[in-house]
């Protein structure tokens, strides 16, 4: 149990920073990055055995944060209904394509639909396999190459990595 | 921009954000929180599915099994001939099972009903008003008449001399069987004008009917000889009735198989007929039960607490 402690200690400060950060990066604001990935911790910690035996225990973290971040979204949505001046935020879209003026990656991001956001994050960030990725986002590995390859192109980024040029055939 | 340069401006925009410090005691914590959470929900489910299932097997130590009843009716099916009831000397799940279990194995039932508790208060209140008894049992009566709320079961005993008898000691102290204190089932009841030639011709009917082992005929000086007991405490009432205005009947007996509702429907249609009834009155029971019942499990005659 002295054992197990430790190495979950140790998992929790190598897991909270990144996780925590990337979640800001897919556009949840601090408080949330903090409470998701804590929250993700806290389950992972219930279930320890089993998410130590996983070869990325830590994308098991992204996943769930991302997941509690959505929910959290989801929630706020519905309450904003009611509160125009509240409306759009972080699920703005920018249809006019003038990323390639934005200096800020961190904005343009920002700019991308929600489920983009996340795909390149998990991604490009986290660093997740694509399989993980697609467990994490609830649907194909096929689909999240071509959410990547769509994100991608709004980014305006070349697309040459052998994975992401499958999303072309 | 390529993919591996995404990759550097992201890392450097992710560099930028102020980093995050957990805590992992917070964490710690929660968990415990939530484990002692499920914890007491599966316990509290647990108590509860246990005290269920105790409570259903009426407290388990004394679980007597009934696998199947073979001799219980269902709620569809009538009873042909009540032979009399039993009643629970409690109302616990514990006795009624025995009671059951007894009913199942004996070799002198043919066949039982089961009626819910409150049956007996029921039964008890029709009959003090069908027989238009000057005071209905209190309600105190009833509320400390023990026996009035256990359920009720309803048997049809064997045509064997020696039934009653031997389910009684099979039963042994687990419940009362009351029985028919009279020697007739069923009585056909004449109108009070009925003509000679309608008398006879019933009991010219009775006479030939396989349905009965016997009958008896109770003319107008023996219905009045009764009516005089049963109303001794009102003397007014017995001076101004004359035997005449008694209506005649026949005492009727019935063969084991018979059924009573067949009976009734019988002798029901005839002319000078006024009623046919029977102290177990179809499958509800009657008088010889609610009566005794009341004197017997709870000690007095409501009679007697009128004012």
Redesign the interface.
Known sequence: MVMAGQEFDEFFRACFDPVARALMLAGAERELAYDATQEALVRALRRWRQVRELSRPDGWVYVVAMNYVRDRWRRQARLRRHDPDRAGGWASVDPSGAIATRLCVRDAIATLPPRQRQAVVLRYVADLPLFDVAAAMGCSVGTVKSTLHAALRALRVEIDDEEDADADG | ???D???R??????A???????D?R???R??AR??AVTASVVVLLLVTTVVGVITALGGGHRRVEVATTHKQLGPSQEMRHVSGWVVPTDSSANTFASVQQTLETSSVVEQYEVFPPGTAAQMLAITYLAMGRPAPPSAKTVATCSALHTRLVAVQLRSSPDAATRLRDSLANDAKLYTNPNDWDMEVVMKVGASLAQTRAIQAALAADHDLTSYRFVDHQAAYDTFKKDFADQPALVESTKPSDLPESFRLQLAPAASHATVEHRYQVLPGVDTVSGPPGGTLGGAFFSFSLAQQACGTNDRGSKP
């Open positions: 921009m390529r993919t340069e995404l990759r401006e992201l890392g450097v925009v992710w930028e954000i102020a980093p995050f410090t957990g992992v917070t964490v710690r929660r968990v939530r484990r």
